[in-house]
């Protein structure tokens, strides 16, 4: 499957997703990596990356704005989430949903903010 395919179907989600490109550093157990989100809301985010994710799995993930392909002096916004969902896609890569399983209202605005800046110039 292309890494733009559309999420498997499962429960409706609470957020609307906007098709949203931003450098992402997922922590596991076991290892850090970077990513990039597919999408994004205000509940969770579409990954893509370079290794797989295990549906269940606790992480945390840092997201970090980036503007014509410079990383903003933005603070990245850091938030615990869990994988919903997890395939391979072509080659390599891989594919995850992930919800964000604990956030605060200051962390809910922040993403509000981007959702709101980033769709306004998409």
Not at 30 to 40: E, I, M, N, P, Y
């Amino acid at each position: 499957m292309p890494p733009n395919a559309p999420s498997p179907p499962g429960p409706r989600r609470q957020h609307e997703r906007r098709d949203l490109r931003m450098s992402a550093e997922v922590r596991t157990a076991k290892t850090v990596f970077t990513a990039t989100t597919r999408d994004l809301s205000e509940g969770g985010a579409g990954l893509n990356c370079d290794r797989p994710l295990d549906e269940g799995e606790e992480i945390t993930v840092g997201l970090f704005l980036v503007l014509d392909d410079v990383e903003a002096d933005t603070p990245p916004l850091w938030v615990k989430a869990r994988v919903m969902w997890a395939r391979p896609v072509d080659g390599n890569a891989h594919a995850a949903g992930v919800r964000f399983e604990v956030i605060t209202e200051e962390q809910r605005g922040w993403l509000r903010s981007v959702l709101r800046e980033m769709g306004a110039s998409a």
